[in-house]
């Protein structure tokens, strides 16, 4: 499946991944594809105007989307799915609907426990129904509505925000919608719903806190930096996201007459890590949260919970297992988390990117734990400056070119500057030199042309 472009679906035979179905079929038989895909290793069904792989163009896909939703709530557990999607495929409109794979369920459709095998569903046997059961067994704690809970718990402004974000195929019903992504339930909030949409997340779940240190050095200490973020899911990711990208250090060198500029570690890796232990964290072991802290050498992202299902430390690259799936489908629909879950690979890839070694990941008692490898800090890193400081007082881009030159330099003339920005006025190298001066960071030495800066 992640090899085959989705457009390219309509075209492939039906297969252990890959289901075909008709827009005049019942949303329970429909359902029951759905349902076997997910009870096996997820993948997608295309629904035509035709009967099965026998392809022919629908004659109203928003119908047909319709459809799918309707079959996906019709399985027991309500199957969360992404929005399915209209491709056109040698000019025939087909809609393709993509079942995760991973997920912590097993799903039945009117009683019946079906799984994909080969290019058709299959009814389970006791055994294998005992050992699906076995592997995936989770109380489904986002899915539950705590006592006393009420609609009145949601925000109406992050529900209407999330449903734009969505847009045209979530339709005319948030609340529908919310019902469809497992937030709601007979019209009361899951667990889900209100870690996501709550008003006061702090008030019902106190331990769905994130809380952020900087420390100076390699260890802990006395002195440090604190954050605590206790809020809705994604606004939590978005403040604990900025908090990382303002506290971790950047720098520059100059090489010849061009800046450089590197990070303490690799934005994208730092976001997948984050964005990863909010999605798949054990909501349900209180009494802790999410634990980010940031060293000198070292980022270390702790999430309440061991791996889950049958996801190991030696298997964590290649397999797929959702704790969470309400969670990472909205969080998803957001763009704040891929859908597919290759986080580990992310992570990997970026680190490797920037020179840096791979990341180490360590089960603990109760919980998971991820450690990213940083840049080497100032004095270790040939030619390099930690800018964090000036970058904090408001210098901009050619002050810090500027302050760099001198380090490589010991000194600088406003020509030197000059050259390096060629498009910027005298005056307004003149300025930046003269402001760096103010601010007590450079001293000037002699007078008109023999006028050169050195640091103070």
């Known amino acids: 499946m992640e090899s085959s ?10 297969g252990p991944r890959l289901a075909f179905a008709g827009d005049r079929q019942r949303p329970d038989e429909i359902a029951e594809s759905l349902a076997a895909l997910a009870n096996a290793h997820g993948g997608a069904l295309v629904i035509s105007g035709g ?27 309500p199957l969360i799915i992404p929005l399915p999607q209209v491709v056109v495929y040698h000019d025939m409109p087909v809609v393709i609907v993509e079942v995760p794979a991973g997920l912590p369920y097993v799903y039945s459709v009117n009683g019946r426990y079906l799984r994909r095998e080969g290019a058709s569903n299959q009814p389970l046997s006791p055994a294998a129904l005992h050992r699906l059961f076995s592997e995936r067994a989770d109380l489904g704690w986002e899915r539950q509505v705590p006592p006393g809970a009420t609609f009145t718990e949601l925000d109406p402004d992050l529900i209407a925000a999330y449903a734009r974000r969505v847009g045209p195929p979530a339709g005319d019903d948030p609340l529908a919608l919310l019902a469809r992504r497992g937030c709601l339930i007979d019209g009361a909030p899951t667990n889900a719903g209100l870690l996501l949409f709550g008003r006061d997340v702090a008030a019902r779940f106190p331990h769905a806190e994130i809380t952020l240190v900087r420390y100076r050095g390699r260890e802990p200490a006395d002195v440090f930096e604190r954050e605590d973020i206790c809020a809705p899911l994604p606004e939590a990711i978005r403040r604990a996201e900025r908090w990382l990208n303002e506290h971790m250090r950047k720098g520059s060198r100059m090489v010849g007459l061009e800046r450089e500029d590197w990070t303490q570690f690799p934005p994208g890796a730092v976001r997948e890590a984050l964005v990863n232990a909010v999605a798949h964290r054990d909501y349900a072991a209180r009494g802790e949260g999410i634990r980010i802290t940031l060293f000198s050498d070292r980022l270390e992202v702790y999430s309440p919970g061991r791996l889950p299902g049958h996801v190991t430390l030696d298997n964590i690259r290649a397999e797929r297992f959702s704790r969470n799936p309400a969670l990472v489908q909205v969080l998803a629909d957001l763009g704040l988390v891929e859908r597919l879950g290759y986080g580990i690979d992310r992570i990997l890839r970026q680190l490797a990117a920037a020179g840096l070694p791979p990341a180490t990941f360590r089960e603990t008692a109760a919980g998971f734990l991820v450690i990213l490898p940083g840049q080497p800090i100032a004095e270790e890193l040939p030619g390099g400056v930690d800018t964090t400081a000036w970058r904090r007082m408001g210098l901009n881009d050619r002050q810090i070119a500027a302050l760099l030159f001198v380090v490589e330099h010991q000194r600088i003339t406003n020509r030197d500057l000059q050259e390096m920005y060629p498009d910027v006025s005298a005056e307004t190298i003149r300025r930046d030199l003269s402001d760096l001066v103010s601010r007590g960071l450079l001293l000037k030495v002699g007078d008109k042309r023999a006028t050169y800066y050195i640091l103070k």
């Not at 472009?5 to 309509?10: D, G, R, S, T």
């Not at 099965?52 to 928003?62: C, I, M, Y």
């Open 5 to 14: 472009p989705i457009a390219a679906l309509p075209g492939q035979p039906p």
């Open 51 to 77: 009967r099965g792989p026998q392809l022919a163009p629908l004659r109203d896909p928003a119908a047909a989307i319709e459809l799918a939703l309707s079959a996906a709530l019709a399985c027991t557990p």
